[in-house]
Structures are given as structure tokens and as C-alpha cells.
């Protein structure tokens, strides 16, 4: 018995405030807020919910947290936290609840208030005696040791990972939400402050508040709501390592494993994906998973990406919110990685929409690299 | 299979006890003579309690290197280190420009000194090449290292 493609869809998905939010809001009012705004996204009441997942650097304790703070009493709970992908994998396993009848309406939701209280305070990194006196500036270091191998590997450059950046400004700009609003040009980008070499601070995702939530249920039940479901056609979860130290290849990421997966779940080709919302921590993440998701091959992910092929009006849409680096990256951020996702295949996007979108691609990244989560999100015609 | 005790001595302390007698630690899985580094209870695959302690001859190549540049302070390098023993590990590459240190390098360890808060660790130094050359210098794993190299040292050792 497996994950039976297509049994299980997002019928309600909405963001929480962005960017900054108020003194002293608590990462559950983020949470609550979303909750609510799917629900109303769905028609769905909040004595339907009968199961809570989420993860948060905020707290050990979310999903247990939002169940008291709106009173859901959950048939199954799940607080798996393997970083910013951990939304895929709660995708993942609930869906494996719906589809055993554990329980029918789930919530996945995630708040973070990383801006207002700081990094540091949100975030706080664990003790490693083999990494922590060396002072890597984490996660950045380990990205940048990444980006660094593959740069002497294959050539890549640091115009082309300000490709990306660049990119998804332009994404951004026409997405009302996002964080920033001003154009970006390479230029700017090589010239920024500079964080962990070869990254600047524009290589790097955005430090926001925010939170998202998304409502999981039977395609039977999905189908008598009111809007389009966005349903789960296939997903995959792959570990690779924890530690950057223990990465068994610097320029390869088990993505190549999670998307084959996936893949194979939904029974897609990689031609039959309409978008691409790519976890984009930093600009080489991109990079790394269009070459191990197959679009391009091993090392040539920079040259791919050169001369806007990932741009509004490109060869493939890929994070058309405008990703973690101009529109929104409250710490971890594969929630909303799922939520453009979901909105591009229920055709809402407005002027970002890309037309006909049938199947997307929500990808996650945790940790230094460390996890990989696949979601192929797909429409009606689709199935 | 035997494990050991951990009642008596830990991992990471026998590794800084090295550490402060100015030698870098690690192990090795007597079952297959595989490298094991960062130091263990049982080993990673067989699980193996077998793990002798042995003192590297502190000779590698930069695998990958950062500079981190943290308000108000000099720019900090970061990198990581393949071992000719067939380990890897994080350190940091000294008495030379941060931003010089370049993959494929050749750099020999020395010991960090300690404070109150903070055990002795190793870091590295450049190398002249006569020095430091993998067939001269280099354990027996020295081969198998050469810069370029893409995967981690202790997959190949295990015919992955």
C-alpha cells in the first residue's frame, strides 16, 4: 500500500500577515490568522479540522500550541521538524492520515515573528563541537560552501547566481505582497554587502515575519467545496545529511531522490510541469534543484539560469511569488513554497499567473541542504 | 555486537583530550579500516563498537572555503578540510589572506590554543607542495584525496 496519487487535495490555502507585523504578536495569532483565512478560502468551519500539523524554530511545541490556542481537538497531530521543508513532508504524512481514514480535514500551518524579535532570538543555532568554534555565519556558510564547490567544479559564477536574485525580483514586483518593490540588477546584487563569500546579502533570503496555512481533505470531500481543488498528485521526501561536514556531495542534493518520488507517484514527466515554486534560501538552492530535479543537467544549473531564463517571460516560470528572496522568508518558508504552488494551479495569481497551469512544483529545502521534499500539485484536468 | 559503555569516557572528550595534547583525533572501524570522523560511540553503516583512536598526521586539501564577514570584525575563513586519512571536517585556514585560500590547497593542522570557554581545536596552515605532497607526506589514504575530488572521503572508503 502506498500514497494513492490524486486521493487528497489543498482546498484552502492563505498566507498570514507578512513582512512586519505588530509588537508583541506571538507566532500562534500568525498561525490562528491563517487558519482562519483558509477556512474562509475553503467554507470549511474550524469544527471541521480534525488534525493539526506544523513546525516552527519559535516554539517545540506548535502544533499543540495552535490546537489550545483555537481549541481543535486533533485525532492525529504531527510536529515532524526537519527544517523549512518539514511542510512537504506534514503534505506527505497528512495525507497518509485522509487517505487511512485517521482523520478528513487537516491543517498544515506555520508563523514566525523572526523580523521583530531577531534572527538570533528565533533562531537559535545548536552547539556543534566540530562546526560551532569555527564561526560559519549559519545557514548562510554552509550554502556558501556549497555555491563555492560548485563554482570550482563547473564554472559556475557569481553573475549567474545573481541571475536568480534577479529573477525573482522581477517576480516580485508584480506579486502585491511581496517584501520588496524596487528592480534589482546584477550589478547591485555583486555589489552588496557582502555575508559569507561568494553570497552578498541579495544572494541571500529575506529575514520577514509570516506564516501561512493550508487545508488538506479528500478529493471526495474537496469536491463539494466551493472552490477548485489543488490536488496532491505526488510527493517524495529524501535526507542527504545534517551537518554541511557530512554532505556527501557538495554539489548534489537528495532532491534528485524526492523528485523521483514524486515523480513517480503522480506518474509525470518533467515536461508536464506548467511552474516551479523552488525553495530559494540562496541563489545557488535553485541552481542545485533544477539540476537534481532533472531540468538541466548536473552542473550546468548556472548556465541555464543565465540571460532570465527563469524571469517573467522566461523559458520556466519558477517562483513567480517572487520567492524567499523578494517576497517573503519568515525562517522557514516551504509553506508558502506550497502555497503559490496551490494558487497558480487554481489560477489566482493575477498578473504572475501563467497560463494554463495545470501541474506545479513545490520543492523544500531544510536545514544546510540537509532534507528534500517534492509536491506536485495538480488541477482537475490534471488528474 | 558489542557497544561500548559511554559510563566512563565520551567521544568528544577523549577527541579534546588530543585536542589539548596538541593532536587531531579520529577513528577508525577496525572491522574494515573505514575512517570515522566526527568521533563515534558505534560506527555509521555496520553500527560496529570496533573503533580505534588514532592520531592523524594533520595533512589535507580544502574541499571548500568561505569568508565570513561579521560587523566590525576581519574577515573570517571558513573551509572545509579532506584529511589524507580519508576524513573530512570543518576548520578554518590561518596565517594567510582569508580570501586567498583556495580549493585544492595543501595545508598541514596546528592546534588552536584553548580559553576558559573554549577547548584547544585544530585549524590548518598553507603548505608548501614538497612538504605536504599526498604520495610523500600523506597516510595511506593519501590517493584517493586529490583536490577535485567531489564526494565525501568516507563514502568512497565503503564502496559507495
Known sequence: MDLERGSVAVVGAAESDLGQVAPDTGIVDLMAQATMRALDDCGLKLSDIDAVLSATTQSRYAPMLLAEYLHIKPKFLDG???????????????????????????????????????????????????????????????????????????????????????????????????????????EQVLNARMVSYPFTVRDCCLVTDGGGAIILTSAVRARTLKKKPAYVLGVGEAWGHTTISNMPNLTVTAAAESGHKAFRMAGLKLSDVNMLSLYDAFTITPILFLEDLGFCPKGEGGRFVADGAIAPGGKLAVNTSGGGLSYCHPGMYGLLVMIEAVRQVRGECGERQVKNCEIALAHGNGGVLSSQCTVLFGSETAL | MRVPSLKERSPLSVYLEHCRKGELAYQVCTDDNTPVFFPRAVSPVTGSGNLEWRVSKGLGTVHSTTVVYYKNEAPLNVALIDLDEGFRMMSRVEDIDPMQVRIGMRVKVRMHPGNEKQPPYPVFIPLLVEEGSPRRGGGGAGAQNHPGSASHPSLARRGN
Open chain 1, 80 to 186: 515532524t521538524f526537519i527544517g523549512g521543508s518539514s511542510f512537504m513532508s506534514h503534505v506527505a504524512h497528512a495525507h497518509a492520515a485522509i487517505q487511512l481514514g485517521i482523520c478528513e480535514v487537516a491543517v498544515i500551518a506555520y508563523g514566525s515573528t523572526q523580523r521583530t524579535i531577531s534572527r538570533a532570538m528565533a533562531s537559535a543555532r545548536e552547539y556543534n563541537p566540530f562546526e560551532t568554534p569555527y564561526r560559519p555565519f549559519l545557514p548562510a556558510s554552509a550554502y556558501a560552501l556549497a555555491a563555492a564547490r560548485h563554482m570550482h567544479e563547473f564554472g559556475t559564477t557569481r553573475e549567474q547566481l545573481a541571475e536568480v536574485a534577479v529573477a525573482a525580483r522581477k517576480w516580485a514586483l508584480m506579486n502585491p505582497v511581496a517584501w520588496e518593490k524596487e528592480p534589482l540588477t546584477i
